[in-house]
């Protein structure tokens, strides 16, 4: 992966470990509930959780394994060096959970008319990285 350097001086972006027991899980058909119970730090299965849900009309359920994926992202920011702002790249897989929860705790939000959190977590997303907030504000 290419490095960029920050000629504005702001932090550095930021890029989660990858898991790659997690990902083998999903690549052989597991379920994104088997792969949030033997990886619970795995954003991306909590992703797919919330977007299941919020498909099949249940924007609660879908709000809550958002934000337990949004949180387990968090955690994983910060042990990375995140303070709490910067970029967290779109093109580093291993960020994508974590963004696609932000989108998806925003798209939940906005269904049970918690504007302020569903604009919360836009401007988030779009702060994290423009490419994450225009490739997932449609879903």
């Not at 569903?118 to 702060?127: G, I, S, V």
């Amino acid at each position: 992966m290419t490095e960029h350097k920050n000629l504005l001086g702001g932090p550095e972006p930021t890029y989660l470990p990858e898991n790659e027991d997690a990902y083998r899980m999903l690549a052989d058909s597991a379920s994104p509930a088997e792969v949030a119970a033997a990886h619970p730090t795995f954003s991306l299965a909590w992703a797919m959780l919330a977007d299941d849900a919020f498909e099949a009309g249940r924007a609660v359920e879908s709000y809550a394994y958002a934000r337990t994926g949004y949180h387990r992202g968090l955690d994983h920011l910060r042990r990375a060096g995140w303070k709490g702002h910067g970029p967290v790249p779109w093109s580093h897989r291993a960020n994508r959970g974590f963004l696609r929860c932000l989108a998806a705790l925003a798209r939940a939000a906005e269904a049970i008319k918690e504007t302020d959190e569903a604009e919360r977590c836009r401007q988030f997303l779009q702060d994290s990285d423009p490419q994450a907030y225009d490739e997932l504000k449609s879903r």
